[in-house]
């Protein structure tokens, strides 16, 4: 069965420093999302992307983040400089329409 | 705006014992609504779903009926397992738009044999 994976699956930086992060979505799939999970927090929404352009972004999604699918398959989240509360748990998400499937998430960590 | 709102955690029960964890919502327009679940050390896993009111989705013994009267999607399992210890997540998404999933804020469910 077809599924969102994510690379990598624990990443450790220092604060200020750019992140990337990468998802690949099922691959006929036309949504694709990016929500985050702070330790013992709920999930939050923080952007979609769709036809090659972002949908809706939330609140959390400022300056700093950025999203882009630089080819057929890949799907990145990118954050430009780093915080210490940007720590937190990331999961990628894809649908064809409807119910999402979640990628196993990526851990983030900033020290 | 949309919410969430999950009984609050965590939950601690016996094997074989009879689970209900409370969710309702709050949405404008006529939302899906989803259980999510996370074990540990994993990511989130769609468990069941229900698309219109009066709707039941049901999976691995889990149910939940989507009750539009009193805004709730309460999830419910006759007979839980060691192995369904996990955290549980209600979630939403409204069909307008982005479609993006709006989350509770998850409730831990322990087994104990």
């Known amino acids: 069965e077809p599924e969102v994976t994510q690379t990598p699956s624990h990443q450790v930086t220092q604060m200020g420093q750019e992140v990337i992060l990468r998802c690949v979505p099922i691959?006929?799939?036309?949504?694709f999302y990016w929500y985050r999970q702070i330790l013992g927090q709920k999930v939050e929404f923080l952007v979609s992307?769709?036809?090659?352009?972002?949908?809706?972004k939330s609140e959390i999604f400022d300056d700093q983040f950025s999203v882009e699918r630089p080819d057929g398959s890949n799907f990145t989240l990118k954050i430009r400089s780093t915080k210490l509360e940007d720590s937190a748990m990331y999961f990628c998400?894809?649908?064809?329409?409807?119910?999402?499937?979640f990628g196993p998430g990526t851990r983030l960590t900033v020290l | 705006g949309n919410s969430v709102t999950q009984m609050e955690g965590p939950v601690t029960l016996s094997e074989e014992a009879f689970l209900t964890i409370n969710c309702t919502y709050t949405?404008?327009?006529?939302?899906?609504l989803f259980w999510y679940v996370q074990y540990p050390g994993e990511g989130l896993q769609l468990l069941l779903k229900?698309?219109?009111?009066?709707d039941k989705g049901s999976n691995k013994g889990f149910e939940a009926t989507y009750r539009k009267e009193t805004t709730s999607f309460h999830l419910e399992k006759g007979s839980v397992q060691v192995s369904d210890s996990a955290v549980y997540f209600c979630?939403?998404?409204?069909?307008?738009?982005?479609?993006?999933?709006?989350f509770g804020q998850g409730t831990r469910l322990t087994i104990n044999p």
């Open positions: 998400a894809s649908t064809p329409e409807g119910t999402q499937y």
């Open positions: 691959s006929n799939h036309l949504y």
């Open positions: 992307f769709y036809n090659n352009e972002i949908s809706e």
């Open positions: 949405a404008t327009g006529y939302p899906s």
């Open positions: 229900a698309t219109k009111a009066d």
């Open positions: 979630a939403l998404s409204v069909i307008q738009g982005a479609q993006k999933l709006v």
